[in-house]
């Protein structure tokens, strides 16, 4: 199995930047797609970002799209998630996610982090 723990969450203005981090222990990391997922309140988790094995193909949700960038050490089994221009509608809980293919939808995630909250206030 693999085991994700998340760091970086907390609370910053609009417009500032924060760095998630996803350690992961376990089999095989490099071969798995990674990504993030983030749930507000009332809300349907949803799709933020993903990363190849290589982490040369990446996609994005359009809501994140040239504010967001994804990156991955496989070296250090870690991926990033680097957070600029941060609006308050980015407020969610955020989710580390690996998953063996590339059908990256979460009802297919195998593997799934604690979460951690991200504030953004006006």
């Known amino acids: 199995q693999v085991h994700l723990v998340e760091s970086g969450g907390g609370s910053v203005q609009a417009g500032g930047s924060l760095r998630l981090s996803c350690a992961a222990s376990g089999r095989t990391f490099s071969s798995y797609i990674m990504g993030w997922f983030r749930q507000a309140p009332g809300k349907e988790r949803e799709f933020v970002a993903q990363?190849?094995?290589?982490?040369?193909?990446?996609y994005y949700a359009d809501s994140v799209k040239g504010r967001f960038t994804i990156s991955r050490d496989n070296a250090k089994n870690t991926v990033y998630l680097q957070m600029n221009s941060l609006k308050p509608e980015d407020t969610a809980v955020y989710y580390c996610?690996?998953?063996?293919?590339?059908?990256?939808?979460?009802?297919?995630?195998?593997?799934w982090g604690q979460g951690t909250q991200i504030t953004v206030s006006s």
């Open positions: 996610a690996a998953n063996p293919s590339n059908l990256f939808v979460s009802k297919n995630i195998q593997y």
């Open positions: 990363i190849n094995w290589s982490g040369r193909s990446t």
